[in-house]
């Protein structure tokens, strides 16, 4: 058959895709990124917040701005006569949202009671160990043998911690609950309420933080030990700078020179929220959303649950070695008590978790 006389079979192209039949030197390897997108797109992004601090700092304002939709637990489920419970208890909600064609499972994770009572001590430990519970599940999915093509994620990416906005110093519990958690969860602190601080009171809170954080080893997200290259680092030094955040929220509608915004309305103006003079909420949403989201998810995932996976094998793997094969094995319980438990390892070859385990370092 002549060259002119063969089929002509087009090639299957995508929408956006651009031809490249005029250059001679053009394999099509770019071509990945439009297919990654594609993928990206059908399966969807998940997203799961945390937010801690205590009652009355506007936590669930906060998230409804930033997504500018009724995402928080009190939004969804408003419950006028909740008391402050005894214990802390978590709380999520999850909604999926939808903007210009990419979809995301957003899941936010309150915790109420946190901070509320006359003896805080120990308050951070339900939320330790509710993040790693979340680990431990992705774990055993994970290792299952027949398991998911696409594990669900319930790992908790980041938690917005809510600074109450004395204008001094951090509370004791603000450094203890820091300085943990930072080893297990990324922790972005924000001021919260800040318009209640002058200018000149917020400046000097949000250096005396910094330089308490450094005080007390406390690494807070974007960490310094993370950044990839000297780019990263460059705009991450710019962030860093800025942390905590000052921000305020509020999801009511103003109009102002004609212009919608979210703000806050008092006898002398209107706080915009999403204007950098008045506050640094923008910068947040920024960090949370616009730059830096698979950045975060990327930090859970690579670091802190790979420090816990790893940490848990361990474990199993010393635990299963120790233990004669004809005997069961005795683990101690969180009370003290042994607990029998037989020494043949799961189908997965590590032993189911019961109890909080802590992966600090």
């Given at each position: 058959?002549?060259?002119?006389?063969?089929?002509?079979?087009?090639?299957?192209?995508?929408?956006?895709?651009?031809?490249?039949?005029?250059?001679?030197?053009?394999?099509?390897?770019?071509?990945?990124?439009?297919?990654?997108?594609?993928k990206?797109?059908?399966?969807?992004?998940?997203?799961?917040?945390?937010?801690?601090?205590?009652?009355?700092?506007?936590?669930?304002?906060?998230?409804?701005?930033?997504?500018?939709?009724?995402?928080?637990?009190?939004?969804?489920?408003?419950?006028?006569?909740?008391r402050i419970?005894?214990?802390?208890?978590?709380?999520?909600?999850?909604?999926?949202?939808?903007?210009?064609?990419?979809?995301?499972k957003?899941?936010?994770?309150?915790?109420?009671?946190?901070?509320?009572?006359?003896?805080?001590?120990?308050?951070?430990?339900?939320?330790?160990?509710?993040?790693?519970?979340?680990?431990?599940?992705?774990?055993?999915?994970?290792?299952?043998?027949?398991?998911?093509?696409?594990?669900?994620?319930?790992?908790?990416?980041?938690?917005?911690?809510?600074?109450?906005?004395?204008?001094?110093?951090?509370?004791?519990?603000?450094?203890?609950?820091?300085?943990?958690?930072?080893?297990?969860?990324?922790?972005v602190?924000?001021?919260?309420?800040?318009?209640?601080?002058?200018?000149?009171?917020?400046?000097?809170?949000?250096?005396?933080?910094?330089?308490?954080?450094?005080?007390?080893?406390?690494?807070?997200?974007?960490?310094?030990?993370?950044?990839?290259?000297?780019?990263?680092?460059?705009?991450?030094?710019?962030?860093?700078?800025?942390?905590?955040?000052?921000?305020?929220?509020?999801?009511?509608?103003?109009?102002?020179?004609?212009?919608?915004?979210?703000?806050?309305?008092?006898?002398?103006?209107?706080?915009?929220?999403?204007?950098?003079?008045?506050?640094?909420?923008?910068?947040?949403?920024?960090?949370?959303?616009?730059?830096?989201?698979?950045?975060?998810?990327?930090?859970?995932?690579?670091?802190?649950?790979?420090t816990?996976?790893?940490?848990?094998?361990?474990?199993?793997?010393?635990?299963?070695?120790?233990?004669?094969?004809?005997?069961p094995?005795?683990?101690?319980?969180?009370?003290?008590?042994?607990?029998?438990?037989?020494?043949?390892?799961?189908?997965?070859?590590?032993?189911?978790?019961?109890?909080?385990?802590?992966?600090?370092?």
């Open positions: 058959m002549s060259e002119s006389a063969k089929p002509h079979h087009p090639s299957p192209q995508g929408k956006g895709e651009k031809t490249h039949a005029s250059d001679f030197s053009y394999v099509g390897i770019d071509a990945i990124l439009e297919q990654m997108r594609r990206a797109m059908k399966q969807g992004f998940e997203l799961n917040i945390m937010v801690v601090g205590q009652s009355g700092l506007g936590k669930s304002t906060l998230m409804n701005t930033l997504f500018k939709s009724k995402v928080s637990r009190k939004s969804v489920k408003p419950d006028p006569e909740e419970p005894k214990t802390i208890e978590i709380k999520s909600i999850s909604h999926d949202i939808e903007e210009k064609g990419v979809r995301m957003l899941t936010v994770i309150d915790t109420p009671g946190f901070g509320d009572h006359i003896n805080n001590e120990n308050c951070w430990q339900p939320i330790m160990k509710f993040i790693n519970d979340q680990y431990e599940a992705y774990l055993q999915e994970e290792i299952n043998i027949n398991r998911k093509k696409r594990i669900p994620d319930s790992r908790v990416h980041c938690c917005i911690y809510f600074i109450p906005p004395t204008g001094h110093c951090l509370r004791p519990l603000d450094v203890e609950f820091m300085r943990r958690l930072s080893k297990v969860v990324n922790i602190p924000v001021i919260a309420k800040a318009d209640t601080l002058t200018l000149e009171e917020r400046d000097f809170f949000k250096q005396t933080i910094r330089e308490e954080l450094r005080a007390n080893g406390i690494d807070v997200y974007p960490q310094k030990e993370f950044d990839e290259d000297a780019d990263d680092r460059m705009i991450n030094d710019k962030i860093r700078e800025m942390i905590p955040f000052a921000v305020v929220g509020s999801d009511q509608e103003y109009q102002v020179n004609g212009k919608r915004i979210l703000g806050r309305k008092t006898k002398w103006g209107t706080i915009e929220v999403e204007n950098i003079g008045h506050c640094e909420f923008a910068y947040l949403r920024d960090l949370l959303i616009r730059t830096h989201m698979q950045n975060i998810k990327d930090i859970t995932g690579c670091i802190h649950y790979e816990y996976r790893v940490r848990r094998l361990n474990e199993s793997n010393a635990h299963f070695k120790s233990q004669p094969s004809d005997q094995a005795v683990q101690p319980k969180a009370n003290g008590q042994p607990e029998v438990k037989p020494s043949a390892p799961q189908a997965n070859g590590v032993a189911a978790k019961h109890e909080v385990m802590s992966h600090e370092m």
